[in-house]
């Protein structure tokens, strides 16, 4: 049967272990001077050796010739422990066994002494996945074990564990694996293999493997069955692992600067056809951006990076605040791809947004001129960029109407910083929801009249008097200046509420004034 | 890959002997993942160095009726911790008549407990064991879940146009037309009729279906290419009155998809849906 190479070359001694130097010396430390635990936890990301270590220092513990720092591999216990079948070295899958009942059963047999092996060990994988109240029957057994208990705790999540289990633990953190370890593991193991690797392409299953053993190893077993002449190719490595040309990418943000949609729709389907992954896409979009914005900042900067090459003309027209936003927007959508399965379509609606944000650059002209059918859409979309950012979230049309209509009232001269505040009221409102849903409801029949120095007026009508008194209670004026000054940038910002006049009296009424016509009367008094 | 390149890949692996213990499919659509899986199981089970279509056991596996590879499609697509222990029990048996035993996990998502305690299984299935696991976006799964498998990514491509999807289109379209009418009972009652008796994932599948439409219906304003369209011949005008509202819509409705699966009251979301397009 065929295993794996992460299975193959599961480390069965210290010395194989790859890189944790600074566990696997401090473990054989111990073994040496006699001083082991009762009870161990190692945590640390995926593919970092958390269970193949406790395999090997249960089994050093364990050795007919033990405990030694180097397990023989050959007597009758390690060789039971290497195929999982030793009564004394028990190994738990804590996800599966995760119920009090599990924890009891495992108590009640921790009274039996070992039946060959010098100690009994529980090994329990997954251990962040035993429940609180498992955990806490385990307390008792976990501080005071009989003298020939061992308990090995490894998880990839330490932070749920109870810091209860925690302080009974000698614990230890596996850390990624560094470049060189990892190239040097992958090489050793393509020598033994008999597969000739070049080094590009190891680097490239190391940036991919984000330094994961495993997840390399399960790259390489791929590539192996994939490579012709057991050779295994830059070339190679990058088609099968789907990376992005930065060709490509640079021809789509072309695309989009031009607010050329239907290129940029064709050259991202051109891309997935190429087995392409979305999130990768975006991925590039945001690392070329990067490289863009570097670079006009400080071309000194962007020369840094090794293999740059003069910036295309296209960009450097660009604001570098179109470009901060589209970064921001791509992130946003690579975390909603995630959750999507529809993450095509997804993408295509974000390539719709960039193409907005970055193509708001006074390019109108001359893409009417290519597309005179999309004028009908260019006229909107410039009126939206314009309200700072305003559609980015949907908002009822109500509010967007009265935004639109409050300032043009008479109001007292307004300085530049102050127009945002009016014009990005529909974002503040969004930031409140996020918060407080409740008080954004409440403060949406509001609307900004005017703004005097620091000051904002936000006015509600006579018969929302209701709305007025919830938004100004003190603790919702401290939410709302808050988020005002999170989208404005500028620090002291005073909000007042006034009530608004009709403007009219009620004789000015068309109603009042029709009856009055009719009647042929005269207003004697006015009651509210 | 494409379809035939992961099929070649597969054969490979067998060929060298390499065939590993866990797998994930990804990408394509959900006929794409299937058929791969398929290939996968006969490859498998079948005597030929590649599936040879008529042996009993690529006739079975094809029909799922094979006793050795079994589909695990647990309901809305969420794997509990139940089915994995199942799984777990089970898989240990030897099979009853083929080489491997497949199990194959139609699965878009996986509770926190059900897949840490996957993992075990997953990193060290028995000898004759094969999982599978089949999944439009393989970011729905724990980090520490995929590097136990063996990848093989599809190439993203769209749903194919079906008649759900045609059907799907005349009733959103319905709807809205009385929607923007204003002909409020007459939508209200609609939208009944479009819930009565569904389950809730049968409602996100046809939200998925109206979006498709809905981008094919702008798309095809836009003047792209008819090769990216779903369906490229289908009287879609309709669905606008405005273009600039288009990016809202399709959040709104992916939204609603996306809160259809929790516990929302899933007729008040579609009836607050259609108003808000009928506004735009």
Redesign the interface.
Known sequence: ??L?LA?KYRPANFDEVCGQKHITDVLQKALKENRVAHAYLFSG???TGKTSVARIFAKSLDCEKGPTVKPCGECDICRAIAAGTSMDVLEI????N?GIDEIRNLRENVNLTPSKARFKIYII??V??LTADACNALLKTLEEPPAYVKFFFAT?APEKILPTILSRCQRFNFQPFRMEELESKLRDICKKEGIQIEDGALKQIYGFS?G?L??AL?IL??L???ADNKKILYEDVKNFL?LIEEESVEEILKCLTQKD??KT??LF?QL????????LILDGLVKKLKDIILEKISPAAGAVNANSKPLPSVFKDIDIEPLLNAVSLIIEYKDR??????????S??MF??LSRIMGADGEGAAVEKK?P??I??KA??AN?VKNGGE?IF?LP?KTAAAVKKKPEEPAAPVSSGDKNITAGWNEVLSEIKKTKPTLEAALREGSPSKSEGNTLFISFRKTYGFHKSIVEKPANVKVIEKALSRITGSKDIKIEFVTEDSGESMADSSEVKKILKFFNGEIVKLEE | ??LK?SRE?LV??KK??????AYIIC?GNKNQRDETAVFLSMLLNCRQSSPCFECEACIKIKKRIYPDVKWVVPSKSILS?DD??NV?EEIYITPYSGEKKVYIFNV?YMK??AA?????IL??PP?HGVLVIAS?????FL??I??????I?L?????EHGEEMASAGEQFSEILTQARSGNFFGMFKSIDALVKGKEREEVEEWL?RV??IY?DAY?KR????PE?LIDADSETDGLFR???????V???I?ELK?RVRYNINVKLGLDNLFL?IA??
């Open positions: 049967m065929y794996v299975r990301p995926r593919g899958d804590g996800a599966s995760r994988d997954e962040h996945m990839t984000g994961s495993r997840d399960s077993d791929q192996i069955v994939n789907g949609i239907r729709v064709s389907h997935l056809a190429e087995g392409k992954d979305p999130v791809l995630r959750r999507e399965n529809l993450p095509v379509l997804l295509e609606v719709l947004r597309e059918e999309a009908k859409e909107p979309s939206k559609d949907s049309v | 890959m494409n390149e890949f490979k692996t060298q002997g390499k065939i590993a213990g990408g911790i994995v222990r777990k878009e926190d407990e840490n305690a996957f993992l075990k990193e060290e000898a439009s976006n393989i970011s729905f980090p520490t995929v590097s136990r498998c063996q990848k990514r190439n993203y491509i769209l749903p998925g979006v498709l981008r798309f836009k003047d792209i290419a990216l405005n273009e600039s509202g288009f990016e809202d399709i959040e709104k992916l996306g808000h506004h735009m």
